[in-house]
């Protein structure tokens, strides 16, 4: 098994260069380096950090793949209840300003090895599935290996409607036009049992995902958190022992271990503060960590070799990290 730890993603000022209406309240973005330079290759399910003028970093779902790209594209659903992000990108962000970016970081990795796969999106989580479609057409296999359901509360609210129709495995599904949502349990009753399956979206439709892939194998279900799955451990009340620098941290209710340790001055990398995007985790040396991340698979988050400390407790007295 392959663990998740990263190595250092580059951090770099990049410049809006253009901006496209693609559906109701989703545009997508393009960001450039000023100088022109190339950008480091993108596969199909990554995405970077952004961290925009008003001093909000959100994470975003790159949308075409390929190597060296001389721009990265998002896109970005302005959200009724947005914290700042996608208010402040559809509102105010405008052509040649500049943010800085950090990534990619891929914790939604697409199997190029399956004999098919089979792919779920609901609203913006089409983002990185259609990152996932580009790569399969380009593959040698890809005619007939691949299937897309695609589901919108309405027509008007699905991006990439036109690049979309031209593959007659896609299905779609608006609410408002079928009185129902997407029925993921049917369509996985009548898929093959070797299928790869991929699945981005809302809260409930990840929840039903999961529930309809409760049976089959971890290896080929796979999931993109946009939010956190579950709140992060507050409870506190155990010792952080930093391996490298030989200092320790007691971690007191109410603060997770990142907030501890950079309140020490400790520097460490984080990003989402939610467990969803990966750029937090450490390795873990000794101690038994409480989980509460979205990017570790169950199998990871039991072997304990590594732990995101935005949102993980303790389950021991002691937690000893690789800092």
């Known amino acids: 098994m392959t663990e998740h730890i990263h190595s250092a993603e580059p951090t770099f000022e990049a410049r809006l260069i253009g901006i496209r209406y693609v559906a109701r309240d989703v545009n997508t973005y393009e960001f450039a380096r000023p100088d022109g330079a190339p950008l480091q290759d993108v596969e199909p399910g990554a995405h970077i950090d952004i961290a925009l003028p008003n001093g909000l970093t959100r994470q975003y779902s790159l949308i075409s793949p390929g190597p060296m790209p001389d721009r990265y594209i998002v896109a970005v659903k302005r959200d009724p209840q947005s914290r700042g992000g996608s208010r402040f990108m559809h ?17 939604f990795k697409l199997d190029e090895r399956a004999g098919h796969t089979i792919l779920i999106a609901g609203g913006i989580g089409i983002t990185p599935i259609w990152c996932m479609i580009e790569r399969l057409e380009q593959l040698p296999q890809a005619s007939g290996s691949w299937s897309l359901h695609y589901s919108c509360r309405t027509r008007a609210e699905a991006a990439f409607l036109a690049e979309l129709a031209p593959h007659p495995q896609v299905r779609l599904n608006f609410d408002d036009e079928s009185g129902q949502v997407l029925d993921i349990a049917a369509i996985l009753a009548t898929s093959p049992s070797d299928a790869h399956l991929y699945c981005c979206g809302p809260a409930p439709m990840l929840a039903a995902f999961e529930a309809a892939t409760a049976s089959w194998p971890a290896e080929q279900k796979h999931v993109e958190y946009f939010t956190a799955k579950q709140a992060p451990a507050l409870e506190g009340g155990f010792v952080v022992e930093l391996k490298q620098s030989g200092k320790e941290f007691i971690i007191p209710p109410g603060k997770s271990i990142l907030e501890v340790l950079r309140d020490g001055g400790v520097d460490v990398s984080y990003s989402c503060e939610q467990g969803i995007c990966g750029a937090c ?19 990871e988050q039991a072997a304990n070799n590594t732990v995101m400390i935005c949102c993980a407790g303790s389950k021991t007295d002691r937690l000893v990290l690789d800092l």
């Open 281 to 299: 985790e450490t390795r873990v040396i000794s101690g038994v960590p409480e989980h509460r991340d979205s990017v570790l698979t169950p199998a």
């Open 91 to 107: 509102s105010e962000l405008r052509v040649g300003q500049t943010v800085t970016i950090t990534g990619p970081r891929n914790n």
